[in-house]
């Protein structure tokens, strides 16, 4: 079997598995009363760091100090869900390269009825960070 379609099997299987493990729930076209919606994009091309333009990152999800999710994402995959308000953590590890610092939001209070969005970007001097936006739902 080919490697790219040995890896797109095991990304299908990766997600299959996460979605029927995590309590995530798919947002609908308006999101769920008493939550909140988080959206989370990979916009780093890792030929922009040496790296592969892939560059597979691991997002690591913590409510109050408790793991929730790990999420795999490759350059311009989005993950979306409605969570539950609380104290979240977010962490984002490289595959193969590790822990990034600069890429680590929180701990930080999230309430209910809010729309969080964060990108994963380069900052002007070629470093990966997060870049957050909260807006209150309407």
Known sequence: MNKNISRILVVVALVAVMAGTFAFVVPQAKAAEGTFNI?????????????????????????????????????????????????????????????????????????????VRIQAKLSGEKTPILKARVKKRQ
């Open 39 to 115: 959206s989370v994009y990979h916009g780093i091309n890792g030929r922009s760091l040496g790296l592969d333009k892939e560059l597979p990152v691991i997002a690591s999800v913590y409510k109050d100090d408790a793991l929730l999710a790990n999420i795999p994402l490759e350059f311009k995959d989005r993950f979306t869900a409605d969570l539950e308000p609380g104290s979240y953590t977010i962490m984002v590890e490289a595959v193969g390269v590790g822990p990034i610092d600069s890429m680590t939001l929180g701990p930080v209070e999230i309430p209910a009825d809010v729309d």
